[in-house]
């Protein structure tokens, strides 16, 4: 009995806000609803702006690229750089995780940083012949003509 006597009030307070909120309103201040042929139009001039927008994208694609080009090449390089290496540290870490391997790689490193150091830079004739493999490569590479200093 006491829950219906709660409900009434409840429901009786709620309808008479909304008295109280259309109690200023006249039948000829109410917002009225667009007819339905403007927003049928509407849509089918945004369908329009969209279709012409698609329509032109290739060419806008176009003109970006033509106008950035550069840019753009020198990001996808950075992007293609970043992720090689990347991978290559993730190959390293891989390979370093296998036991024996990172001590065996170790050891053959020590081995020809030795070998290299006997080899090439003990003598000055050695260190000599070091310096010329090193202008014929560039040359090869890069195309240089040194000079003989």
Sequence with gaps: METELEQQQ???AASQ???EALKGSEAGNLPMLPPASETEEQWQRIGRQISTFLAQLPEYIGNF???YKLPIISFALLVIVVTTLRI???VLNAINSIPLVSPILQFIGLGYT???TFRYLLKDS???ELVGEIRL???QIL???ESQA
């Design 143 to 145: 195309g240089i003509q």
């Design 126 to 128: 050695t260190r000599q």
């Design 65 to 67: 690229y033509q106008e």
């Design 114 to 116: 030795i070998w290299f």
């Design 88 to 90: 290559f540290l993730a």
């Design 17 to 19: 806000n909304r008295v």
């Design 137 to 139: 490569l560039k040359k």
């Design 10 to 12: 409840y429901v009786d």
